[in-house]
């Protein structure tokens, strides 16, 4: 996989994130909108293994655009909503 910011797979992460309680199912050992949404439900969505999925997730929280902290052991993911409205501002100024 090439390591560029952009990327159909990583642009549908972003905007599941947006609102991961309507795509995302519940999850047991955490609130989605409050904590995020663990790898295991991001490659499951998506369809894709594990690493995969962990590699997209950690490009975009490489980037900014997605925050990952730990939450009762395993590492959640929630959008940066303001770190990604400063990426499209610059976009729409011809970065």
Known sequence: MF???VSELRLRVLEWLRD???HF???PDGDLAEDGVT???VA???GVDR???DTHLGLLVALGLLRARTVRG???YRRDDV???EVARMFEKGW
Do not use: E, H, I
């Open 3 to 5: 390591r560029t910011p």
């Open 20 to 22: 991961p309680v309507a």
């Open 25 to 27: 199912p519940p999850q």
């Open 39 to 41: 790898a295991d439900a």
């Open 44 to 46: 499951a969505r998506l």
């Open 51 to 53: 690493a995969v999925a």
């Open 74 to 76: 395993r590492t959640r």
């Open 83 to 85: 770190r990604a409205a």
